[in-house]
């Protein structure tokens, strides 16, 4: 069954501060989504890729169609749709333009406009040998803790206190593309629609709604190069990256 990619770019960017939307905002000279739009297609594992791009946008969608202008008959087909307010919210609009049949489904931020084609295949493969869901990932180098605000006396001293140290051999920072059985992903998106929105607002990821159904997650290894870019100083590596090597 064919596969089809999503790249969510309908967010608005408010970290990396540029005052327009994120997958607009230039890398090497290219918007990050043509960046990402060309390592899908340089990846070669999807039929159909579909962008989710701001309501009212322009610019993303016409760049996605000048994009598609420069493939032949053979290239993925590009489907553009309004994203919303949350990125789940975006997701779900873009699962709901795929063609019909469409098997396996990868969900790939804009903002990661250096994933290698290794990692896509990665994914790709594990759902080929039957993973009904799977994602990237790379070690953590940090210790991560949890913390809570402190109370009483002891917030004179500090704002928060450590509750916890996670196992760090334990921990990964996970990466997109993440792929998906593409009817597990639909279910577990319909199912999350009807969250309230406090909960529905701790969606930071595809592969949290699929675990919340208690399907495995499989876990494949990503790549450091496939940041996702947030801040400046993402854009300055990135920068760098491409500058230096063939990121
Ligand atoms: N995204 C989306 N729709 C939203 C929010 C986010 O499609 N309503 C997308 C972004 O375009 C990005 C990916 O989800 O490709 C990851 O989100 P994030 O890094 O948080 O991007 P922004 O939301 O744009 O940035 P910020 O949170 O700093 O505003
Ligand atoms: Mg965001």
């Known amino acids: ?124 493969e594990a759902l080929d040998r039957g993973a009904r869901a799977v994602i990237p990932a790379v070690p953590v180098v940090d210790t991560i803790k949890s913390t809570a605000p402190t109370e009483g006396e ?21 990466q997109t593309p993440q792929g998906f059985d593409a009817a597990t992903l639909l279910g577990a998106h319909e199912q999350a629609a009807r969250w309230p929105a406090e909960q529905a607002a701790g969606i930071t990821d595809d592969a949290m709604l699929v675990e919340s159904l208690g399907t495995p997650v499989y876990v494949v290894p990503g790549d450091l190069r496939s940041l996702k870019i947030t801040t400046p100083m993402d854009l300055h590596l990135a920068e760098t990256l491409l500058a230096t090597a063939g990121a």
């Not at 309501?55 to 598609?68: E, M, Q, T, V, W």
């Not at 001293?157 to 996970?174: D, F, H, K, S, Y």
């Open 1 to 124: 069954a064919p596969t089809a990619v999503v790249i969510v770019a309908a967010g608005s960017g408010t970290r990396l501060g540029y005052g327009m939307p994120k997958a607009l905002v230039p890398l090497a000279g290219a918007p990050l989504l043509l960046h990402a739009l060309r390592g899908v297609v340089g990846a070669g594992v999807a039929r159909q890729i579909c962008v989710a791009v701001p309501p009212g946008d322009s610019d993303l969608g016409g760049l996605c169609r000048s994009f598609a202008e420069e493939f032949g008959v053979d290239a993925p087909v590009i489907t553009v749709v309004e994203g919303g307010a949350t990125r789940a919210d975006s997701v779900r609009s873009a699962l709901a333009a795929l063609a019909p049949g469409t098997g396996h489904v990868l969900v790939h931020d804009a903002a990661r406009p250096l994933t290698p084609a290794d990692v896509f295949a990665r994914v790709a």
């Open 154 to 174: 002891a917030s004179a001293i500090a704002g928060e206190i450590v509750t916890g140290t996670a196992v760090r051999e334990q921990l990964r920072a996970v």
